[in-house]
């Protein structure tokens, strides 16, 4: 806990599953959060884009029951996959 004179308390957070993919075509990694199970090298549709249409992916890594204070990226921007392909 902070101390009050610092100006409050962190918020809580609860724990995630991130995912970090990567697009067909493109080099640069993207974390995910995921709500469903998915394991390394599985292919997934995720939001990619101003649109946030589904994009094939590749899973290159997941880490799960991580604290929303330590994520790779912001909670509030995170989007979230979308599904598992087949």
Not at 13 to 32: A, L, N
Not at 72 to 83: D, E, T, V
Request: aromatic letters at 10%; proline letters at 6%.
């Amino acid at each position: 806990m902070i101390h009050s004179m610092s100006g409050g308390v962190l918020s809580e957070y609860g724990t995630y599953t991130f995912v970090k993919v990567k697009f067909d075509g493109d080099e640069r990694p993207y974390w995910y959060v995921c709500d469903f199970e998915v394991e390394e090298g599985d292919r997934v549709s995720a939001p990619f884009g101003v649109g946030g249409l589904g994009k094939p992916a590749t899973v290159l890594r997941v880490e799960l029951n991580v604290s929303g204070q330590v994520a790779p990226i912001p909670i509030k921007r995170a989007k979230r996959l979308l599904q598992k392909l087949q």
